[in-house]
């Protein structure tokens, strides 16, 4: 198996440097805490993340365990617990331990898998920078400047990628903006900070923007909601794996819906899309979209598993919808699908990337 294992490396992401690291998992097996949950509208799809990624974690160099994090409405902290069996253990959210069977539990790494608040904000990474504990994501500022969608379009229009215009509104100024909104119709109406499609609406008509915008400002952590231009055309999303030394770029997903205006929540979890990799678009589009992608991992830092979302015109300009830094990871989400059009194996992709986490 290992032999397999470091041929596949070899080929996609260089073999001395994988090697080595293999090397260091075979002589002593790490503790890895698949944190999952959070306080946002993801909270189910984020446990099936886990999942998916606790069942295809390597046993020979990993002891895995399902961490639930959950936000108790009486208290400050959250509540932490190790799922295993029915049974549940408390962690410490002091140390991040936890009394297990007898012993005090440490965990060496922590793959990131909570979609949405606070595993893709910069709150969780800040928690474990203080713990010193490596863990799957980016760092702390760039997961929180990809989830606030305001600041994130001022970053990457700095560096030449184009976002679709937009604008920010929150509780105090929604009314008058639904009244006058400089947004030509038909336009997106989305919470300055979320995901999943959670609490979006395609807006058609004026007289339905102000209720799209009090339902994005209630779903929206701060109150703020992103009233942006509609761009018509094809969507596409691209991931990648991001290594501290490298990048690989995986093929592109070309998205199509059916029975509804856009990929919503729906869209995404309930099958009604067709999900089609590689995408059927010109080659040298494709290429174009891998390298802007390729281009936001070294700008922001990205770690791990990321994925960009893009909608191109009839003419072939792309635009950035959003960056994904904590991607879906069941069996059906994107990542997946691109790793297997690739030849890749996600038991051995993740290996990879814990692996990385754990070397300095």
């Known amino acids: 198996m290992l032999g397999r294992f470091c041929e596949q490396k070899i080929r996609f992401f260089g073999g001395n440097y994988i090697l080595s690291i293999i090397a260091i998992s075979r002589s002593m097996k790490r503790n890895i805490a698949i944190v999952a949950g959070g306080y946002s509208g993801e909270y189910e799809v984020s446990l099936k993340s886990a999942q998916t990624v606790f069942e295809n974690i390597n046993r020979e160099y990993f002891n895995p365990y399902l961490i639930v994090w959950k936000k108790i409405p009486t208290t ?19 140390t991040f331990t936890c009394q297990y069977k007898g012993i005090t539990l440490k965990f060496d790494f922590v793959f990131i898998t909570i979609h949405g608040t606070p595993g893709e904000d910069g709150k969780l990474q800040g928690y474990f920078d203080l713990l010193n504990i490596p863990y799957s994501t980016g760092g702390v500022l760039c997961e929180s400047l990809t989830f606030d969608k305001v600041s ?27 009244t006058n909104c400089p947004i030509p119709l038909p336009l997106f109406v989305k919470p300055c900070e979320g995901g999943s499609s959670i609490a979006t609406t395609r807006v058609t008509q004026a007289n339905c923007i102000n209720d799209a915008l009090e339902k994005a400002i209630c779903a929206d952590v701060n109150g703020q909601a992103m009233v942006e231009t509609l761009i018509e055309g094809t969507e596409v999303t691209c991931g990648v794996i991001a290594l501290k030394h490298k990048r690989v770029v995986l093929p592109l997903t070309e998205v199509v819906v059916h029975g509804t205006d856009f990929f919503d929540f729906e869209a995404k979890y309930s099958g009604s899309s067709d999900e089609i990799t590689p995408a059927r678009i010109p080659e040298q589009w ?31 300009k792309p635009y950035l919808l959003e960056v994904n830094t904590v991607p879906g990871l069941t069996n059906e989400s994107f990542i997946p699908k691109q790793l297997r059009a690739t030849g890749l194996l996600l038991s051995e992709t993740l290996t990879t990337i814990i692996e990385d986490g754990l070397t300095e």
Request: with cysteine; glycine share 8%; charged share 20%.
């Open 286 to 316: 494709a290429e174009h979209i891998q390298e802007i992608t390729a281009s936001l991992g070294e700008h922001l830092q990205l770690r791990g598993f990321y994925r960009a979302d893009f909608i191109i015109t009839p003419e072939g």
């Open 76 to 94: 400050s902290l959250p509540q932490i617990m190790l799922c295993e069996e029915g049974t549940e253990y408390p962690v410490d959210f002091s």
């Open 152 to 178: 994130f379009k001022h970053f990457v229009n700095a560096f030449g990628i184009e976002t679709p215009q937009g604008i920010c509104v929150n509780r105090t100024n929604y009314t008058e903006v639904a």
